[in-house]
């Protein structure tokens, strides 16, 4: 077993070296493929994530002017209660919203500046759970009807359906490029091991003559298949080590609200799927090329 | 049907093959008191026929016993038969009818995965040398146990042995571009007997050398033989074939034609 493997393994090398612009070619093809694998992961566990967050938050937040009276939010909050697609209705303070707020900063890293004007700038509101989306118009108008009380009306059920629109196109046309790109990357693997299979035509000849058996001819080359797709791999995963950074600023930046990064689960997902990926379309590759022109 | 029996397998093979199974554990020399007993047959063929998908036929009704040890000449015109002949005892290719045994294996129940252990048990030189030219002598006779998975401290002294044998332990660092055309040879030799094959065949050795070095590849193939390998050499040279006076089979159209000690050989 050790000779088998390491006899595999050096004429696996061997064979990289011996067509250096094939070798290439395969090895970059195969990296750019794995870099739009890696994109797409990220972007849509950021959408995910994003996603999530807004899911998880209310449907319907109304905030409330300053100084309206308990009892008048109390009644808006019956008639609330008393609609039949209402889920839920919380009533969150002045300081358990700067609270809550404080600590979305702190989990961002972040620090409150209000702490420094001695005064709460944070509106009491309504938070309203909804059983039917559709219900919003109805909700609004309840809300709006007393008057003075309701500063504002935000709705989350309209960014969250954007949200999960854009994630659907962007999976759907990722997954057809990568598919699209996948495939390529399987032909050239293919082309590149049929190079290296006719390249050693005698060799293969003589190795079968002399009593070699099927492993020994065809694992070499198999070998070289998973060589090729580790190589794009770990340079793939060289070159997101290196943009990991400026990616992260770029993704705080455009959803800054949004706890979207390069965080580690996400990490080991992007090394364990790109090394999947690479090794698998090298080493099928490979095989199939194997299978196509060492049938005897 | 013609049935081609060595003189020492006489009497122990009969027109029906039933003996085969039988002949393939049997073994002996001539006995003391001359009665021949029979030597265990490296190749037997019974029957042989192989017809190609294009309807050619190759070889017709062969029946061929080469006992352990012999050495025989296959000669016959281009087209006659012999290269289908070595691919059957190689398992290149399967009879279309018939029976062909090769060192005790039965070719036709052989399973797929025991032909590499059949072929360990054969060496094979080629007319063209077939060496890998990015090797070394050393290396290219090396690659033949590399293989197969030979250990490493069994690779090293079986390649010095087989290059002693051939004589070219002082070239064992040159590549194949830098030998002549009877050291690469001697090479491909060197390569065929390294794992210490029961049977060695030569596909035209000399096809491609001078009358000197050609009679220089002959000599080592007979010393090969009296070390006891059996070899088959398939050749057009006429000269060699009369001169030494070994057994010679002749096909012609696929079919053996003549079989006989030191035979005449036709000028095909």
């Known amino acids: 077993m050790v000779h088998f493997l390491a006899f595999s393994l050096r004429r696996a090398a061997e064979g990289l070296w011996r067509h250096p612009v094939t070798s290439i070619a395969a090895v970059l093809t195969m990296v750019l493929m794995l870099l739009m694998v890696a994109g797409l992961l990220i972007v849509l566990s950021g959408l995910q994530a994003g996603l999530r967050f807004v899911e998880e938050k209310v449907e319907v937040q109304a905030t409330l002017n300053e100084g309206v009276s308990r009892e008048l939010v109390g009644a808006l909050e019956a008639d609330l209660r008393a609609l039949p697609q209402v889920a839920s209705v919380t009533y969150v303070s002045k300081e358990q919203a700067r609270e809550d707020f404080r600590a979305f900063l702190r989990s961002q890293g972040k620090e409150d500046l209000s702490e420094y004007t001695g005064t709460n700038p944070y509106p009491a509101n309504l938070s309203i759970r909804l059983r039917d989306p559709d219900a919003f118009g109805q909700v609004a108008e309840t809300l709006r009807r007393p008057r003075g009380v309701v500063r504002e009306i935000y709705e989350r059920q309209q960014l969250a359906e954007s949200i999960s629109t854009i994630a659907d196109v962007i999976r759907t046309v990722g997954f057809v490029v990568v598919a699209v790109v996948g495939l390529i990357v399987l032909l050239i693997v293919i082309n590149t091991i049929r190079m290296a299979v006719m390249a050693r035509a005698q060799e293969i000849e003589i190795m079968r003559l002399v009593g070699a058996s099927d492993a020994f001819i065809r694992w070499p080359f198999i070998f070289e298949g998973l060589l090729v797709g580790l190589l794009g791999a770990l340079i793939t995963l060289a070159l997101l080590a290196l943009g990991s950074q400026p990616i992260g600023q770029l993704t705080f930046l455009i959803a800054s609200r949004v706890p979207v990064g390069f965080n580690q689960q996400l990490a080991q997902q992007v090394v364990a799927i790109v090394l999947a990926s690479g090794l698998g379309l090298g080493g099928l590759g490979a095989y199939i090329s194997v299978r196509t022109y060492l049938t005897r | ?268």
Do not use: C
């Open chain 2, 1 to 268: 049907m013609s049935l081609s029996v060595d003189r020492a397998s006489e009497g122990a093979t009969d027109r029906s093959g039933a003996a085969l199974p039988r002949l393939r554990g049997a073994r002996g020399r001539a006995g003391r008191d001359g009665a021949l007993t029979i030597r265990r047959p490296s190749v037997a063929l019974q029957d042989v026929s192989k017809v190609y998908p294009n309807g050619r036929h190759a070889l017709v009704d062969v029946d061929l016993i080469i006992p352990e040890g012999d050495f025989v000449f296959l000669v016959g015109p281009s087209g006659a038969g012999k290269s289908t002949l070595i691919k059957l005892l190689v398992r290149d290719e399967l009879p279309t009818t018939g029976l062909v045994f090769v060192a005790g294996h039965d070719l036709s129940r052989l399973k797929r995965g025991k032909v590499p252990h059949l072929r360990r048990e054969i060496g094979i030189v080629f007319q063209d040398f077939r060496l890998l030219a990015s090797r070394t002598v050393r290396e290219n006779v090396a690659f033949a146990l590399e293989v197969i998975g030979a250990p490493r401290r069994q690779i090293g002294p079986a390649v010095e042995r087989a290059l002693a044998i051939v004589g070219l332990t002082e070239q064992a660092g040159q590549r194949p571009s830098q030998l002549s055309g009877g050291e690469q040879q001697r090479t491909g030799i060197a390569r065929a007997i390294v794992h210490q094959p029961r049977i060695l065949i030569a596909d035209e050795p000399t096809g491609n050398l001078d009358p000197l070095t050609s009679w220089e590849i002959i000599q080592l193939l007979l010393r090969i033989n009296e070390m006891g390998t059996t070899v088959l050499m398939a050749t057009h040279n006429a000269e060699v074939v009369t001169a030494l006076r070994k057994r010679v089979v002749a096909l012609e159209d696929g079919r053996v034609v003549r079989d006989e000690v030191g035979g005449y050989h036709r000028e095909y």
